[in-house]
């Protein structure tokens, strides 16, 4: 069975005295959106008759461990799923991504996967979906770009999305430099140096890598910072538009404070994962009502 999915729509808002395009990959899908949707794709374009397991490893909060789920799902697989450590809090209240996982039938294991798990009958996906056949799926989404920046009849595009692996950046300027379409990104993982090494384990090639901005201090991925709270609820309630808690606050922080480097008009990738924004605001409104973040 071949699965296919619609193009995702792109919105305009206009917020802190500019204009900013959307692309809605949030709304690719109910249950398969977001990069992953995108990173995954080829696994749900092809038929794969030996195939009857995923095996992958990462957080037990991940957004990849979640579209796997679904695609698992989809296609009649199991999907086992290896991981350090779940916290006891989390087995207990299971919440976002990991009960998403659990309702899933997700198999989960502690402890890495064996080398054995590279029989036909098991597809083996690296933690956060850093792989070549990713490039399928962000490809397409290249091609959604350029049709609609082509009807638009935009003179100059800059892309922005924040990055983890820097697979989804990395594919898109791969696609998208050939259209004269700059692709830049942040890493919200690790700093730019990081980000290098990633892209450099996809594509040798660096004239074809994302542009790379970032903000003078550390962030560290998945802790709890005052300022992105306070950016993502400024979003929520002035766009209307609800985006992760994990990787945007960084992007529109970073987007932001370079805007004026950045040349036209500028199209913000929303890449989905508002499963694991459950699990996340709970974790801000806990440290709120607390009172040891930073007031706002
Ligand atoms: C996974 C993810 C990213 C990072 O994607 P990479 O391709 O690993 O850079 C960014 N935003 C969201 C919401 C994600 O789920």
Redesign the pocket.
């Known amino acids: 069975m071949i699965l296919t999915l619609e193009a995702s729509p792109v919105e305009e808002i206009f917020w802190r005295g500019g204009r900013f395009f959307l692309k809605r990959d949030d709304r690719l899908h109910p249950d398969f959106s ?3 949707a995108r ?1 995954f794709y080829y696994f749900l374009r092809r038929d794969f008759p030996r195939v009857e397991q995923i095996v992958s490893y990462g957080s037990p909060q991940s ?2 461990m979640y579209s796997l789920s679904v695609l698992a799902k989809m296609r009649g697989w199991r999907f086992d799923y290896y991981v350090d450590h779940i916290p006891l809090q989390l087995r207990e209240y299971p919440v976002g991504n990991y009960r998403a996982a659990l309702e899933n039938g997700t198999i989960f294991h502690i402890g890495r996967p064996l080398e054995s798990h590279s029989d036909p009958a098991t597809l083996r996906i690296e933690e ?3 792989q070549k056949e ?1 490039e399928e799926g962000v490809a397409l989404l290249a091609q959604e770009i350029v049709a609609w920046y082509r009807d638009q009849r935009i003179e100059t595009l800059t892309v922005f ?9 990395l594919y898109l300027a791969k696609h998208l430099s050939q259209e004269g379409i700059g692709v830049v990104t942040t890493p ?1 993982v690790g700093d730019g140096d990081y980000l290098q090494r990633q892209f450099a384990l996809l594509e040798k090639d660096s004239l074809h890598w994302p542009g790379i901005v970032d903000l003078p201090r550390k962030y560290h991925f998945g802790r709890l910072y005052g300022e992105f709270w306070q950016i993502w609820l400024e979003l929520y309630r002035q766009t209307g538009v609800e985006f ?1 808690l ?3 606050p960084k992007g529109w922080l970073t987007l932001l404070k370079h805007r004026a480097d950045l040349p036209g008009e500028i199209l913000y990738l929303h ?3 508002l499963k ?1 924004n459950e699990s996340m605001r709970m974790r801000y409104e806990r440290k709120w009502a607390a009172g040891s973040a930073r007031s706002m």
């Open positions: 977001g990069n992953k990173k957004n990849a956060g979906g850093r990713a999305l924040p990055s983890g692996t820097g697979t989804t950046a919200c992760d994990l990787y945007d890449q989905g994962g694991g």
